[in-house]
């Protein structure tokens, strides 16, 4: 429980048919990363609404993530460069509001790369506490 | 707004309950406002428990339903359809990942899986409250199939397939159809040979109207999604031309004369190929074919048929289909140099290597010259290993060695048989062999995983040596002039396959499926589904079983001609909207248009086309855009629970 107390609570944004997969398929392999990382998702990563991101930011996240789609994006071929433009938004509004931008990340998720995400939230765990 | 909502927490048998206190969970729940009631149950997906959550439902006047469980990709029909059997709009049930999302992710932290879970389900809660009853959307889809790999798994979902109206086109990686089968003697229980069977799929495969089959073929690139995937296939030449009618003496002569000579794949290295080359006579489509990785170009072989052209280009053949079929198959493990004296000591091979060696030895087993009199059998190389990676084990090994050794015996004459094993498993019919195998004099030997048999060679001869647990761990040892390492299977390489379908691998490098009860050809890619042994170690009975369920997996989901989707749509609000354009211009369905409202100019979503991706909500500088399901309402109550 102490550890929970003190480590940072992020915040995923995951995609239905990709990322999601991947973050079920790091559980199943039994690949942990911290308990303070909340998973919310999305059909697609680029229907981000940089309001949600403040949102959370208000009410006490330490972090967001966006696990994207990335190319393997079902919907779109434009999804990674309309998710950067979400996370471009968002991060000007950050900085308006005097959150330092680089508690906001983004990386493409595919729906095997569980190693990946679990890298991800452990180093961003980590940049958070420090 | 719902304000009667139930909250059912499963223990997943211990799945969940080991790591997670789902009496602690169910107790807050119950405490949240606006729910009538807050439960714990074993398996929230057994018949017992969906009929409790259908009464409940009816009884307590329910409105919204939350089930804290498995993944969605799991369960999430399961309990729709039990909102549905209780006269309750299906979307007014949210399900809460606690399971692949947390106990199991958290299982080395149990006080913070249980503070993720009460989280967890306090904003499924809040997203219940705020559900809309939805009716899903239908689009539309092509009832037409990839089935990638012809071997037997997917010749025979194939041939199940066309016999059920869908188009099917098969691709098979390698010039010639048949997979690992077809490097297989005679099989158990049927006696036919590999080839026979092969032979009979392949001859009903060409009579069969609505199969295309493309052999040298593979997933080149993947667009669309379920329903309607646009695949390129690359198809590589096999610089023989089509219409070629095999002239065997002629054929006899281009493999004469090719320069070109290395180890034979198809004989596990026991023999040499050239590059021009069939396997074996019969083998199909029965146009020969060239490794042109190999080949040195010489060109002698042209002079002799003027069928074979060198100068043939790769091919990029666009198809449209409704689903993908993936039947690639498995390997035999290769085992390590020096696992058990392998490619260090002469006389140590594989089982698949001596099945190959029984095909091209007529009346006289010899290796390298030598005749074999007595045989070693190590057995589980390659599965349930301590140190590798392989924990599994690959079931179809223990038949099969014994199969083989009842065939050796039964074509040479003064062979002995010794099986070095960890325990025999050859389940169902196949107990049959090991009692035929015993009766004809095999000796059958057994060690624990501690203390491993050996194979080391000693003053000219090789001695596998083992601690024998059925004679009270006396050690034993046998001089073997052949030592047959007993190999498990893995899968294929698939990577470009990988690369591009993204289908989830699981521990044992297999692909994995959504439940390997509840949905075992189905992968949480939707359209994308699996059978046969790149699932998991599966003798061919095996295979064709899960072919056959894959197949009509298959067909129930693109043959309607039109596949419910979930009925995530964007809404406009015409009160707040003035046409800017930003949302049409990053629209790639088209399926927002300008219309005159009012007095004004707007957006309004043309439904037909809207496929619920979201991409135009962020964009709306006035935020008028929602996508049912996630609303701004719904996410940003579930964000404050999920903190509080």
């Known amino acids: ?130 | 707004m719902k304000n009667r909502i139930g909250v059912y927490v499963c223990h997943c048998g211990s799945n969940i309950s080991d790591y997670v206190d789902v009496e602690k969970v169910k107790e807050i729940a119950g405490k949240e406002n606006d729910v009538i009631l807050s439960k714990t149950t074993m398996f929230a997906c057994s018949d017992s428990a969906q009929n409790e959550i259908v009464d409940d439902i009816k009884e307590q006047n329910l409105d919204g339903i939350v089930v804290a469980s498995c993944s969605p990709k799991l369960h999430l029909n399961t309990f729709r359809n039990v909102a549905q059997r209780a006269g309750l709009n299906p979307y007014n049930y949210i399900q809460v990942n606690i399971r692949e999302q947390c106990s199991w992710a958290h299982s080395d932290n149990k006080p913070g899986a249980t503070e993720k879970a009460i989280k967890l389900v306090r904003a499924g809660i809040e997203r219940a409250k705020h559900s809309q009853a939805l009716t899903p959307i239908s689009i539309p889809s092509k009832n037409a199939v990839l089935v990638v790999g012809a071997g037997i798994a997917g010749m025979r979902a194939a041939i199940e397939l066309a016999e059920m109206g869908t188009e099917v086109f098969l691709i098979e990686r390698e010039y010639f159809v048949g997979g690992r089968a077809s490097q297989w003697n005679e099989l158990f229980t049927t006696n036919e040979t590999g080839r026979e069977v092969v032979s009979r799929l392949y001859n009903k495969i060409i009579k069969t109207k609505n199969i295309t089959l493309f052999t040298g073929a593979d997933i080149d690139s993947k667009s669309g999604s379920v329903g309607d995937f646009d695949i390129k296939i690359k198809i590589k030449p096999r610089h023989v031309k089509s219409g070629c009618v095999l002239d065997l003496e002629k054929f006899k002569k281009a493999v004469d004369v090719c320069p070109v000579e290395f180890d034979d794949p198809f004989n596990f290295g026991l023999t040499k190929q050239k590059a021009i080359y069939k396997n074996y006579p019969s083998e199909f489509p029965e146009i020969p074919a060239i490794d042109f990785d190999r080949c040195n170009k010489c060109g002698e072989c042209v002079k002799i048929c003027p069928d074979i052209d060198l100068e043939q280009k790769e091919e990029i053949l666009n198809i449209n289909v409704g689903a993908v079929l993936l039947t690639t198959g498995a390997s035999p493990y290769e085992p390590q140099k020096g696992e058990f004296g392998y490619k260090e000591i002469d006389n140590v091979i594989t089982l698949q290597q001596l099945k190959r060696l029984i095909d091209l030895n007529e009346d006289e087993l010899t290796y390298h010259g030598k005749k074999i009199k007595n045989i070693a059998y190590v057995y589980c190389v390659g599965s349930r290993q301590v140190d590798g990676e392989n924990k599994y084990c690959s079931r179809y090994c223990c038949t099969s060695a014994i199969h083989t050794a009842i065939m050796v015996k039964e074509k040479y004459k003064g062979i002995n048989n010794f099986h070095f094993t960890r325990g025999v498993r050859t389940y169902g019919k196949q107990e049959i062999l090991y009692n035929k195998s015993s009766k004809q004099g095999d000796i059958f030997l057994q060690s624990f995983e501690d203390s491993p048999t050996e194979v080391y060679h000693e003053k000219g001869q090789t001695v596998v040596k083992i601690k024998d647990i059925l004679t009270a761990d006396k050690e034993l040892e046998v001089n073997a002039d052949l030592v047959v390492l007993v190999t498990g299977m893995v899968p294929r390489e698939n990577n470009s396959i990988n690369n591009i379908l993204k289908v989830p691998i699981g521990r044992d490098k297999f692909y994995n499926e959504i439940h390997p009860k509840l949905r075992p050809v189905e992968t949480v890619i939707d359209g994308v589904l699996i059978a046969g042994a790149c699932q998991a170690p599966l003798n061919i009975t095996e295979s064709v079983k899960s072919a056959l369920s894959a197949g009509a997996k298959v067909n129930s989901l693109i043959s309607k001609g039109e596949i419910e989707l979930e009925p995530t749509l964007a809404q406009i609000d015409k009160s707040s909207c003035n046409w800017c354009d930003k949302c049409t211009d990053v629209c790639p369905y088209n399926a927002i248009v300008k219309k005159e409202y009012d007095g004004k100019t707007i957006a309004v979503v043309n439904e037909a086309n809207c496929k619920g991706c979201g991409i135009c909500l962020p964009v709306c500088p006035s935020n008028s855009i929602q996508l049912i399901g996630y609303t701004d309402v719904e996410i940003e109550s579930m964000i404050e629970a999920l903190i509080d």
Request: charged residues 25%; aromatic residues 8%; positive net charge.
């Open chain 1, 1 to 130: 429980m102490e550890k929970n107390k003190t480590a940072p609570k992020i915040l995923v944004f995951s995609t239905e048919k990709i990322s999601d997969p991947a973050i079920d398929l790091a559980g199943l392999l039994k690949k942990h990363y911290p308990s303070t990382v909340y998973t919310i998702n999305v059909p697609c990563s680029s229907a981000i609404k940089s309001r949600w991101i403040l949102h959370a930011f208000e009410k006490g996240f330490d972090g967001v993530f966006i696990a994207a789609d990335g190319t393997d994006c079902s919907y779109s071929e434009t999804c990674t460069e309309r998710t950067g433009e979400v996370v471009q938004r968002t991060h000007d509004l950050m900085k308006e509001k005097g959150i330092d931008p680089a508690k906001l990340k983004m990386a493409a998720i595919c729906s095997v790369c569980s190693e990946p995400f679990v890298k991800h939230m452990k180093n961003f765990v980590n940049a958070l506490s420090n």
